[in-house]
T-cell receptor, first 114, second 112 residues
Framework: KQEVTQIPAALSVPEGENLVLNCSFTDSAIYNLQWFRQDPGKGLTSLLLIQSSQREQTSGRLNASLDKSSGRSTLYIAASQPGDSATYLC?????????????FGKGTKLSVIP | NAGVTQTPKFQVLKTGQSMTLQCAQD?????MSWYRQDPGMGLRLIHYSVGAGITDQGEVPNGYNVSRSTTEDFPLRLLSAAPSQTSVYFC???????????FGPGTRLTVL
């Protein structure tokens, strides 16, 4: 069974700092990996999607990498801002029970202190 | 273009009552799915659909029914609510199951 782990569960950094969020998974047979952002009381917003054949994706100050052989993905946030404060979740698309399934980590709650 | 809409936003039920959570999308996405989010458990897939007339079970389907008669709508039915179904429910859509997922704002359900 695919398991997704995100460490740390919570992270607090001062504004302007660069930071890395981690996601690890147990089964490398994945189709893609997505990083989401969730604000309190809100739904999830997709930030980046990395296909299994890709190594990284970039969008603005965000860069996500994927290393299937080691079962790891990282989300790099440059020059953090208070508006980046949210919970960040990674999710893997993989085959399960005859079709594709998305398995989520439990998230890292990020606080950026002004 | 409203994206993904969910109704109601909040609901309180008594044990044994039934209700339907609505999910609608105007993006012509074939893939739609329902998740529940519980503290300490993360998001778990309940049911999903790869197109009108096709549905299948996810990780935690017990106590829930779905149908997909149109591309736009994917309602989730609770036949006999139980306190264990207290959760936040999210609907998600995508062009296909392996594309970017778009989530609705969620329905917060409390079963007393």
């Amino acid at each position: 069974k695919q398991e997704v782990t995100q460490i740390p569960a919570a992270l607090s950094v001062p504004e302007g700092e660069n930071l890395v969020l981690n996601c690890s998974f147990t089964d490398s047979a994945i189709y893609n990996l997505q990083w989401f952002r969730q604000d309190p009381g809100k739904g999830l917003t997709s930030l980046l999607l990395i296909q299994s054949s890709q190594r990284e994706q970039t969008s603005g100050r965000l860069n996500a990498s994927l290393d299937k052989s080691s079962g790891r993905s990282t989300l790099y946030i440059a020059a953090s801002q208070p508006g980046d404060s949210a919970t960040y979740l990674c999710a893997l698309e993989h085959s399960g029970a005859g079709s594709y399934q998305l398995t989520f980590g439990k998230g890292t709650k990020l606080s950026v202190i002004p | 273009n409203a994206g993904v809409t969910q109704t109601p936003k909040f609901q309180v039920l008594k044990t044994g009552q039934s209700m339907t959570l609505q999910c609608a999308q105007d993006m012509n996405h074939e893939y739609m799915s329902w998740y529940r989010q519980d503290p300490g458990m993360g998001l778990r897939l309940i049911h999903y659909s790869v197109g009108a007339g096709i549905t299948d079970q996810g990780e935690v389907p017990n106590g829930y029914n779905v149908s997909r008669s149109t591309t736009e709508d994917f309602p989730l039915r609770l036949l006999s609510a139980a306190p264990s179904q207290t959760s936040v429910y999210f609907c998600a859509t995508a062009i296909s199951s392996t594309d970017t997922q778009y989530f609705g704002p969620g329905t917060r359900l409390t079963v007393l």
